[in-house]
């Protein structure tokens, strides 16, 4: 019993690693791809080319390859290394690769849902006398939100099973921890992160499913 208590403490202690790759992702991934949605929707050809080119680039190869080309790339190029030394470094290095491939992934989310909205609102706020500023925060923003949030949801879900990819990088994860148990013979600890994981998981649709009746405006 005294060991079990111990592995759950170790598996719980890993998974945290996983929370904060998670929160740090999104704290960084939310805003950064707005930005890039508004380069993709930008007027300025050769902006919007450069800007669509690099979430095809993102969106069309693996994670865990990012992952090690942003933790390795600067080293194998005779570069010397942006990131900290130890698990802290590698830490910042899979935040940075998760942040920007997440937010290629929100940016084509937010795109769908700013130009899904009726450009006669738009024209609607510009006779009102409203700025385009006032417009996007007033009338689109609202409409937006409410669009994007289900297949936002969908992205923040996968994201949550993602951070298993850090441990391509060293980062102690709850993956990797459960791994060295079943390297010793313990077969549980690999299957019980799936309680972590669904745990979690279970908790963030709750949340979406109250957030979409709260949202449940504009018919």
């Known amino acids: 019993m005294g060991e079990t208590a111990v592995i759950w403490g170790r598996l719980t202690e890993a998974f945290w690693l996983n929370c904060q790759l998670f929160g740090l992702t999104l704290l960084f991934a939310l805003p950064l791809g707005l930005v890039v949605s508004f380069g993709s929707m930008s007027r300025l050809a050769p902006l919007r080319g450069v800007v669509k ?19 390795l790339g600067p080293g194998l190029l005779g570069f010397t290394s942006p990131w900290p030394s130890g698990g802290s470094g590698r830490l910042v290095a899979a935040v940075v690769a998760f942040a920007i491939n997440y937010a290629c992934y929100f940016s084509e989310i937010y795109r769908g849902g700013i130009e899904a909205v009726p450009r006669g609102q738009t024209e609607a706020g510009q006779v009102l006398g409203m700025t ?3 417009i996007f925060f007033r009338v689109t923003l609202l409409q937006v939100i409410k669009r994007i949030l289900p297949p936002m949801g969908n992205e923040i879900i996968t994201l949550v099973k993602d951070t298993s990819l850090a441990n391509v990088i060293a980062n102690k994860d709850i993956i990797m921890m459960a791994k060295e148990y079943s390297a010793k ?8 992160t799936a309680v972590f994981f669904l745990v979690f998981v279970g908790a963030l649709t709750l949340l979406f499913g109250w957030l979409e009746k709260r949202l449940d405006y504009f018919k």
């Open 53 to 71: 080119t690099f979430v095809w680039v993102i969106r069309g190869t693996p994670l865990m390859l990012q992952i090690l080309v942003i933790y």
């Open 132 to 134: 385009k500023t006032q």
């Open 185 to 192: 013979g313990l077969i549980w600890p690999l299957f019980s």
